[in-house]
């Protein structure tokens, strides 16, 4: 399922899961960003959207260079 995110007040997308996990660990997008595919009632940060962080660790795990 598509999905798409905002960066920046611009809209991006579509992604599909696999290339939203890319761009989360490669740190072109963070969990605070928003995200929104269809069935959706409003844009949500991508912390909300569960099965897409599952694997990436929450924000309190994570070390800042």
Do not use: C
């Not at 399922?1 to 939203?20: H, T």
């Not at 595919?37 to 070390?63: A, D, F, I, K, Y």
């Amino acid at each position: 399922m598509s999905i798409y995110l905002m960066k920046n007040n611009q809209r991006l997308g579509p992604f599909d899961d696999s290339a939203v996990a890319d761009l989360l660990k490669s740190g072109a997008f963070g969990l605070e960003d928003l995200a929104w595919r269809e069935g959706m009632s409003s844009w949500e940060p991508l912390h909300s959207v569960s099965h897409l962080t599952q694997s990436h660790p929450p924000l309190s795990n994570r070390t800042v260079a």
